[in-house]
């Protein structure tokens, strides 16, 4: 059984910063692709960023310059870092991953943490 758990949430006031953690725990292959989604309150759930195994990333335009995804394979962990928060930065983030275990490729989802930004 895998899971991620993330952690680094909280509350934050406009131009602070936070770095959120991802642990991926259990029967783990391989972790391949790693991403970072956020879900504000009313709203849909959205990729705000991704990286590859090899370390590849995109990001959504809107965090373009102020967040940076990373990964410690040794670790089994990614990172968001955020840097220049925004009100509207306020979501429950997610991590999610392409992982290989024994139960073969699958994508999981963590439980989510709380960012809230106040202005």
């Known amino acids: 059984q895998v899971q991620l758990v993330e952690s680094g949430g909280g509350l934050v006031q406009a131009g602070g910063s936070l770095r959120l953690a991802c642990v991926a725990s259990?029967?783990?292959?391989?972790?391949?692709?790693m991403g970072w989604h956020r879900q504000p309150p009313g709203a849909q759930r959205e990729l705000v960023a991704a990286?590859?195994?090899?370390?590849?990333?995109n990001y959504v335009d809107s965090v373009k310059g102020r967040f940076t995804i990373s990964r410690d394979n040794g670790k089994n962990t990614v990172y968001l870092q955020m840097n220049s928060l925004k009100p509207e930065d306020t979501a429950v983030y997610y991590c999610?991953?392409?992982?290989?275990?024994?139960?073969?490729?699958?994508?999981?989802w963590g439980q989510g943490t709380q960012v809230t930004v106040s202005s």
């Open positions: 999610s991953g392409d992982i290989d275990s024994r139960a073969g490729l699958q994508r999981y």
């Open positions: 259990g029967s783990i292959f391989s972790m391949n692709a």
């Open positions: 990286i590859t195994s090899r370390g590849s990333t």
